[in-house]
């Protein structure tokens, strides 16, 4: 039992679900439109999960008894066929799910490998968080990513110990804290652990967690743009850096000229977008169980390094590169095909 958190005694079971089938096609789900969900036959899967007060990073790690239940929609995709196959968990972004997620979702499903795209958004009555209007505590989503877990060891299909999760930008933060025991004893299931953490232009390397290389013995990878400025390259590189000096398997892989969102075909080469905060002055640290600033306080939106304004833009190269990358990394982990 880890002393930093002593609450972890006081663990909850999340009841899973049952699994609803039909079509993806909920246009008021998330920011996608509904031409995009249509477009193949999936699983709609509902899974218990909690939501938890606050902002952000208050409270950091909220023990699970203070959680309200939440019923979380989820979106399977199964390859053809009836052999077990590996699985990805996709977390969306602050904008909701988006062109991103679903290129993925379909990418990844057409190379044998089953997806499972959460929605951390609808069921709260969320329909984004980039500008700061919403907000969702950190613990929220890292409950839904072990849900989700727990769920995709109900599938007789799924290869439990070869699901890997993979997360973009806001997502990509998620994707890459579920690496650390805490949060996993927290909100996980005891010998249920994710076997790869990806991390696509991730709004975490500006965040220091305490205890940053105490993390599962699983491989992280990172996928980024060196032209992006809504989540800049530069903290990614220092992140991986930290994790390599303490002999983690950690890998940061980068793309020439590429913006956030890259591998969404659905947007146009740059596109601004004035109104949503941005980090990348920031440099948060955990110090006594809090995420804080440089003036010591709470971070969160009204920190003095936040701005507002940043770019995004579709890279066909890019996305070409991190399609071969990713699978490469899978191939070797997954032996998928």
Same mark, same amino acid.
């Given at each position: 039992?880890?002393?930093? +958190?002593?609450?972890?005694?006081?663990?909850?079971?999340?009841?899973?679900?049952?699994?609803?089938?039909?079509?993806?096609? *909920?246009?008021?789900?998330?920011?996608?439109?509904?031409? %995009?969900?249509?477009?193949?036959?999936?699983?709609?899967?509902?899974?218990?999960?909690?939501?938890?007060?606050?902002?952000?990073?208050?409270?950091?790690?909220?023990?699970?008894?203070?959680?309200?239940?939440?019923?979380?929609?989820?979106?399977?995709?199964?390859?053809?066929?009836?052999?077990?196959?590996?699985?990805?968990?996709?977390? +969306?972004?602050?904008?909701?799910? $988006?062109?991103?997620?679903?290129?993925?979702?379909?990418?990844?499903?057409?190379?044998?490998?089953?997806?499972?795209?959460?929605?951390?958004?609808?069921?709260?009555?969320? $329909?984004?968080?980039?500008?700061?209007?919403?907000?969702?505590?950190?613990? $929220?989503?890292?409950?839904?990513?072990?849900?989700?877990?727990?769920?995709?060891?109900?599938?007789?299909?799924?290869?439990?110990?070869?699901?890997?999760?993979?997360?973009?930008?806001?997502?990509?933060?998620?994707?890459?804290?579920?690496?650390?025991?805490?949060?996993?004893?927290?909100?996980?299931?005891?010998?249920?652990?994710?076997?790869?953490?990806?991390?696509?232009?991730?709004?975490?390397?500006?965040?220091?967690?305490?205890?940053?290389?105490?993390?599962?013995?699983?491989?992280?990878?990172?996928? +980024?743009?060196?032209?992006?400025?809504?989540?800049?390259?530069?903290?990614?590189?220092?992140?991986?850096?930290?994790?390599?000096?303490?002999?983690?398997?950690?890998?940061?892989?980068?793309?020439?000229?590429?913006?956030?969102?890259?591998?969404?075909?659905?947007?146009? $080469?740059?596109?601004?977008?004035?109104?949503?905060?941005?980090?990348?002055?920031? %440099?948060?640290?955990?110090?006594?169980?809090?995420?804080?600033?440089?003036?010591?306080?709470?971070?969160? *939106?009204?920190?003095?390094?936040?701005?507002?304004? *940043?770019?995004?833009?579709?890279?066909?190269?890019?996305?070409?590169?991190?399609?071969?990358?990713?699978?490469?990394?899978?191939?070797?982990?997954?032996?998928?095909?």
């Amino acid at each position: 039992m880890n002393a930093r +958190h002593p609450h972890l005694r006081n663990l909850i079971a999340l009841r899973v679900g049952p699994i609803a089938r039909g079509f993806l096609f *909920a246009a008021a789900c998330c920011a996608a439109s509904p031409q %995009a969900y249509a477009e193949d036959a999936n699983e709609i899967v509902r899974f218990k999960s909690l939501t938890f007060p606050g902002t952000l990073f208050e409270p950091l790690a909220p023990p699970p008894q203070t959680g309200e239940p939440v019923t979380i929609t989820g979106f399977l995709r199964l390859p053809p066929g009836e052999g077990q196959v590996p699985a990805i968990v996709l977390l +969306h972004g602050c904008g909701g799910i $988006s062109g991103s997620d679903l290129f993925w979702a379909r990418e990844l499903r057409d190379r044998g490998i089953a997806t499972f795209l959460v929605n951390s958004f609808s069921a709260r009555g969320i $329909s984004q968080i980039c500008t700061g209007r919403y907000t969702i505590n950190m613990g $929220s989503v890292l409950a839904d990513a072990y849900g989700a877990l727990r769920q995709l060891a109900q599938v007789p299909r799924i290869d439990i110990g070869r699901v890997a999760i993979m997360g973009f930008s806001f997502g990509g933060r998620t994707a890459l804290w579920t690496a650390y025991p805490n949060f996993r004893e927290l909100y996980g299931q005891h010998g249920l652990q994710f076997a790869a953490h990806l991390g696509v232009y991730p709004a975490a390397c500006f965040v220091e967690l305490a205890d940053e290389a105490w993390i599962a013995d699983a491989p992280i990878r990172i996928f +980024h743009g060196t032209a992006d400025d809504y989540t800049p390259v530069e903290a990614c590189r220092k992140y991986v850096a930290r994790l390599r000096r303490a002999g983690k398997d950690a890998a940061l892989l980068e793309y020439a000229g590429a913006h956030h969102k890259f591998d969404n075909d659905t947007l146009p $080469s740059h596109q601004a977008l004035p109104d949503v905060l941005n980090a990348r002055d920031c %440099a948060f640290i955990e110090r006594r169980g809090k995420i804080v600033d440089s003036t010591g306080r709470t971070a969160g *939106a009204h920190s003095p390094c936040y701005g507002r304004g *940043a770019s995004i833009g579709y890279n066909a190269d890019a996305r070409r590169q991190a399609i071969a990358d990713v699978h490469a990394f899978l191939r070797a982990q997954f032996g998928s095909p």
